[in-house]
């Protein structure tokens, strides 16, 4: 697991269901873009995230992006 993981799940949960893109992510994150990748590819396998090409609350480009589909009372799976 990579120690920038908590901080982007927190990062994603903040965002309360906006979709933001690997680059936008990185850029928050100060991490490297293929790191942030491979992590929220990581982080789609779980109920609680979802990848999908959209458009990007950040930057608003259309590409792949990463949200939360968690209900406020829920608790993150994905750690």
Avoid: Y
């Avoid at 920038?4 to 850029?27: H, M, N, T």
């Avoid at 873009?33 to 109920?47: K, M």
């Amino acid at each position: 697991m990579l120690r920038f993981k908590p901080a982007l799940v927190a990062l994603l949960l903040d965002a309360r269901g906006e979709a933001l893109c690997d680059d936008c992510l990185a850029r928050a994150l100060r991490a490297a873009p293929a790191d942030v990748t491979r992590t929220t590819g990581e982080l789609s396998a779980s109920p609680d995230f979802l990848k999908d090409v959209w458009r990007c609350s950040g930057c608003r480009r259309i590409r792949p992006v990463t949200r939360t589909v968690l209900l406020p009372h829920s608790v993150p799976l994905a750690r």
